[in-house]
């Protein structure tokens, strides 16, 4: 076989390859992945590329159907189960409401939690996670220790909404981007009780000065929640690309912003934890955005 030949086959049999590294890994299919790579291989030994038109979209089709596929209930069914309206603000006990109803649902139908990007379920899902459930401490009325009495209780929220989309008997969890945008929804939860603790240390009242003892268990918690994000983060194999990169700002714009109360020992804890995803992860947004934070820690 001439050289050019050869070389011909080779590029063809790279082009392929990374096209289908484009296309599968983002919709988490292994499977359908190798699969593909071995009819390349074939493809490419037997110089019968005609095949690749034919065979490849089959198993393309299939990853789209199976990213496709929502098990979640339509509003009204969600209704019926006495959840609230997704269309308001809720409050703690409208989240109580909803945890009961669902992990009840979860019992009987493991798939049928509200998902994003659903046209069923988003709506719900989104209401979960909105930090417009927080207005309350937009309100000039209330006094600052009421409202830190009020948010404690969302530290609670995000550590059920996290058990609720978390299978322990499952190594790969099949609520994966949901998961990812509740870590999200914790860190603004987590900022935000920051944002509040800042200002009752600087407040005169004395029930808000009684409070200001507790600025430091904040501190602790938003580290806890920042650390667990990042040692999740290292299994980039289990979550979208496209989602851990939306991670990674949320993560970064939040360590900027934080980080001058860091002591140095906090600081390389968190440089390592990022290290560790840098070397774990495909991404080169990831690995750039991280690089640049290690650099300024």
């Not at 070389?7 to 988490?28: G, T």
């Not at 870590?183 to 935000?192: C, P």
């Not at 918690?221 to 040692?231: D, F, H, K, P, Q």
Request: negative net charge; glycine residues 4%; charged residues 20%.
């Amino acid at each position: 076989m001439p050289a050019s030949v050869k070389v011909m086959h080779y590029y063809l049999f790279i082009s392929f390859f990374y096209f289908c590294l484009e296309i599968l890994l983002p919709c988490n299919n292994v499977d359908i992945f190798i699969k593909i790579l071995i009819i390349i291989i074939c493809i490419v030994m037997k110089r019968i590329y005609f095949l690749a038109i034919l065979i490849i979209p089959i198993f393309l089709g299939s990853c789209n159907v199976a990213n496709e596929t929502d098990h979640s209930l339509t509003l009204e069914a969600y209704r019926e189960l006495g959840i609230p309206d997704p269309g308001k603000v809720w409050n703690f006990q409208d989240y109580i409401t909803t945890f009961g109803a669902l992990l009840n649902l979860k019992l009987e139908k493991p798939y049928a939690l509200p998902v994003k990007n659903s046209r069923r379920s988003g709506e719900l899902f989104y209401r979960m996670i909105s930090l417009e459930n927080l207005s309350f401490l937009e309100d000039e009325s209330l006094p600052l220790h009421e409202k830190a009495h009020r948010i404690k209780g969302f530290v609670n929220v995000y550590n059920d909404l996290i058990e609720l989309y978390t299978n322990v008997l499952m190594k790969k969890q099949y609520y994966n981007p949901e998961l990812v945008e509740i870590w999200i929804f914790g860190l603004g939860v987590t900022q935000k009780m920051l944002d509040l603790a800042e200002k009752i240390n600087k407040s005169d009242v004395p029930a808000d000065r009684r409070m200001a003892s507790g600025y430091k268990s904040i501190q602790g918690i938003y580290l806890t929640g920042l650390m667990e994000v990042l040692r999740q983060q290292q299994y980039t194999s289990q979550y979208p690309v496209r989602d851990l990169e939306l991670l990674t700002d949320s993560l970064s714009i939040s360590v900027q912003r934080n980080m001058e109360w860091f002591d140095e020992d906090t600081s390389e804890q968190i440089k390592q934890a990022m290290r560790a995803v840098i070397d774990s992860t495909s991404s080169l947004k990831i690995k750039n955005d991280y690089l640049e934070l290690i650099e300024i820690l």
